[in-house]
C-alpha cells in the first residue's frame, strides 16, 4: 500500500498543479521529457525549477511542434534556439519530426547547470489556465542569484512592558505593478540565441554518440532448438479366452 505521503512528495516531484504568478523567475531545468500530444504531433516538456522569484515550486512548459501551424513552428524554433540550441544543430540533432527523444536528450544535457531569467505569464482560455514561459537570458551568473537574495532584517529588540517606547513611524511602500513584458530586443534575442563556443564540441560528441546507437549491430537471437518427440505405439490387447464351461472369458491358471 503507498502511502497519502509518498503520493504528495511524487506529485510534487513531477510538478503537477505547479502554477507560479506573474513575475520575473531565475529557473533552472529539473528535467526534460519527450512525447506526443493528443493530437499526435511531437513534443517535448520541460520542468522548470524556481531558484529565485516571487514563488517557490516547479512548473512544467509543453512545446509542441505543429506542422499545419506556421506560429507554432516559428515559436518551436525560438524556443529551441532560447535553450542554446542553433537552427543548424536542430536539423542534426533531429532530422525529421517523427520524434524528439534526441533532441529533449540533449536539451537537457547542455542545460543541466545553466540558470535563466525568464519572465512568468499566465492567460485564462475557457476554463483552462495557460502557464507562459518567454526567456530573456540564458546563462545567469550564479553570483548574480547570490547578490540578488533578500537581506535578513536584524532581530527586534525585546521592550519590557513597564517601559513605554514611542512606536516607529511605518512608511508604506509603494506597490509597483507588474507589468508584462513585451518582446525582447534583437540584441537581447540574438544574446538568448548565441551558443557557447565551447559547446561545439560537447554537440559533436553528441552526435557521435548517437550515431554509434544507431549503428550498433543488433544481435538475433539463437535459433530455437526443436527436440524430435518419438511416438510411442500402443501396446496390444491381450486376448481374451471364454471358457465353454461356463461361457465366461477364462481366468488365468484354469487350464484353458
Known amino acids: ?23 520575473r523567475y531565475i529557473l533552472s531545468i529539473k528535467q526534460v521529457k519527450s512525447g506526443h500530444t493528443q493530437g499526435g504531433a511531437p513534443q517535448f516538456s520541460i520542468q522548470w525549477q524556481v531558484v529565485q ?15 499545419d501551424n ?19 544543430q536542430l536539423v542534426q540533432i533531429n532530422p525529421d519530426t517523427s520524434k524528439l527523444d534526441a533532441l529533449a536528450a540533449y536539451i537537457g544535457q547542455i542545460n543541466a547547470n545553466v540558470l ?24 545567469v551568473p550564479a553570483g548574480a542569484v547570490a ?14 512592558v513597564a517601559a513605554v517606547a ?16 513585451g518582446p525582447p530586443t534583437p540584441a537581447a534575442a540574438a544574446a538568448v540565441a548565441a551558443v557557447p563556443a565551447d ?31 518419438q511416438t510411442v505405439a500402443p501396446a496390444p490387447a491381450a486376448a481374451v479366452v471364454i471358457d465353454p464351461a461356463t461361457g465366461l472369458p477364462a481366468r488365468p491358471g484354469n487350464g484353458i
Do not use: C, H
Request: charged share 10%; net charge negative; no cysteine.
Open 116 to 139: 535563466f531569467s525568464v519572465d512568468v505569464t499566465t492567460t485564462q482560455n475557457g476554463q483552462y489556465t495557460n502557464t507562459n514561459f518567454r526567456i530573456q537570458q540564458r546563462g
Open 70 to 88: 506556421p506560429k507554432a513552428m516559428a515559436a518551436f524554433v525560438r524556443v529551441v534556439g532560447e535553450l542554446g540550441i542553433s537552427p543548424e
Open 166 to 181: 514611542p512606536q516607529p513611524v511605518v512608511v508604506p511602500q509603494p506597490v509597483v505593478p507588474y507589468v508584462t513584458p
Open 199 to 229: 559547446q561545439q564540441a560537447q554537440f559533436e560528441a553528441f552526435l557521435a554518440q548517437q550515431a554509434a546507437a544507431q549503428a550498433a549491430p543488433v544481435v538475433a537471437a539463437p535459433p530455437a532448438v526443436v527436440v524430435p518427440v
Open 1 to 23: 500500500m503507498t502511502s497519502m505521503a509518498d503520493i504528495v512528495a511524487l506529485a510534487e516531484a513531477e510538478g503537477i498543479g505547479g502554477k507560479l504568478p506573474d513575475g
Open 53 to 67: 522569484g516571487p514563488a517557490s515550486g516547479s512548473s512544467w512548459m509543453n512545446q509542441n511542434l505543429s506542422s
Open 147 to 160: 547578490a540578488a537574495a533578500p537581506a535578513v532584517s536584524a532581530p527586534v529588540p525585546v521592550v519590557p
